[in-house]
């Protein structure tokens, strides 16, 4: 479905010409009869040969009403440049061409009107090519051009045929399962309810559904629709409709509001990252601050724009820069915007949407948010998603660009692609950029570095810590450690993270220390010193003495006793090289064969004990479940 729009001065015979291609007057309202022009936007629409039907907008031509032409060339495929033979290019022709431009429509026609005012063909010929002068360099060069006069009705059949050409060439609407309704007009229908009115975008609307009104969030149903006078079950993008709605009140909608078929793909925020363009034709440079009408859709809001990066903005330049709304504003990446001052008057330039949901930037932020938006530029998806989940750090795939002129099936096609591509990592129901997971992984791996240095002996560190250290979700710090952990960056030991090879790297005077230590051992291996006589003996020994433990070079056995880790293995085997010729052992005969007292006999078979290679049995000890198990 096809929908296009008048544009051009007043009087220059606009809803005089939709009259005469589809026999419907848009001009509907009393007052527009009255003075003999249109105030607000008319609708009509004709049957294409090809049995499709292509809707037209009349908007008004008087430059007061310039609010009320942007909501009416706001989603239209191509446009009908009215221009008077007598009158040739005047000020709301040219206002107009401005703002088809910024709006990017790429399609038209030039109407001619009135030739049979002009007389001379020469003359007509002499206005054509002005008319072709000032479409140069604008996204309507090029565009076919049409003389006509709707009084006699000359050249009107052709134009008709110049249209139904137009429409052949033109791609159908995307249906991309977001449909969105900019309302332009809202009214009551006695019995039916509330109506409302506009040119439908981004995927289809059904009778029988549910809807929902965008600011507000109200809920509504889909009671009826109605497309070229006509009730339809669907309606298709790029179709105008009339929506009946149940569940709303009249007052509850107006122009500018969105219907839209859910609330996933409406978030809103009241900043708006943009790329701005000032015109040629601006009088004065544009300020950053400086307070602008912003007309979005059918929308027209009040704004102050925030140049990123600069102080001002000379006319014909343009600028990244940032909206900053009062209220919130739902909008989608890649739609365009129009911005006028308000006094005098005109419009000043217009725009593209980068980032709908941005927030405010503090200075120290403006090298790293020009360099995500100026990757946005291009609008190609695979840009647009590196730069969302960049600023983002972690994003939700299901959402993410939910609020862009992309399905959803594109967006995750794309996403795969990049995950394949090694440009992001997936992580559950998140992707990340691959920028930030390598930043990531190179901040978890030098905490860990840190934390187990040689000052502090640590062995690891709680992933709890670490977690919040980076600030992900559960799911992607695992996938982070995982994947770690198989390239053998680090090691897990329960809930610590911890270097592969678990040890710290001693400094010298920490070796120093050990051998020490072991010196003390070495000397009295039959009455080595426990944990409070290491520390009275050598006050900085307790960290090198507690990494000795964990190392496994020395054994803790209960009451702080400790035996060099040799010793305690070669007590052990001839413990059980005892039990197994004799079947059991005493205290006395530890003592006796290792040179014990009971401080240390009594700790160690405790010790024994508890890892299963001796049982207690009255007076002595006989072999334990471990051992017993060994044997078998
Ligand atoms: N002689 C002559 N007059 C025309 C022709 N087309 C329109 N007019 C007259 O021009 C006047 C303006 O026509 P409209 O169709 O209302 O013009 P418009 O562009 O819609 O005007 P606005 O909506 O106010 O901008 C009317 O009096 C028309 O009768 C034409 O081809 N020849
Ligand atoms: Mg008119």
Redesign the pocket.
Known sequence: MLTIGTA?H????????VKALTSIDPDRLPEEKER???IDLGFAWMPLPSGDTVGIV?V???KQFIHNVIPGLFGIDAVLL?VAADDGWMPQTEEHLRILDLLGIQHGIIVI??I??AGDPEWVSLVEKDIISHLSGTSLEGSPVAR?????GAGIEELKKTIADLAAKLAPRQEIGKPRLPIDRVFVIKGSGVVVTGTLSQGTFSTGKDAFIIPSGAAAHIRGLESYKHMVQTAAPGSRVAVNLTGVKREEVARGDIVAGSRGYTPSSRTVDINVQLLASAGAPLKSMSEVLVYLETRELLARVALIGSKTIKPGETSLAQLRFSEDVAVFTGERFIIRQQSPAVTIGGGVVLDPLASKFKVGEIPARKVLLERRLSLKLEDLISAEIEKNRVSETGSLLAASLFSSSEIAVKVKQLANQKKLVQAGPYSIDIRVWEEAAGKLLSSIEKEMSPDTLKHGVPQAVLQEGLGFPKEVFETLVLNMISSGKIAREEELLTLPQNKPVLSKQQEALKAQVLGLFAKNPSSPPNLKELSAQLPSSPPIVHHMIKQGELVELPDGILLEAKQFQAVKEQITGRLKENGKITIQEINQLFGFSRKYSVPLLTHLDRIGITRREGDARVAGKKLIQGQK
């Open positions: 051009g007043i009087d220059h015979g606009k809803s005089s010409l003999g022009m249109t009349d008004p031509g008087h009215v009107n009135k049979d005012l006509v006069s709707t009084r006699s």
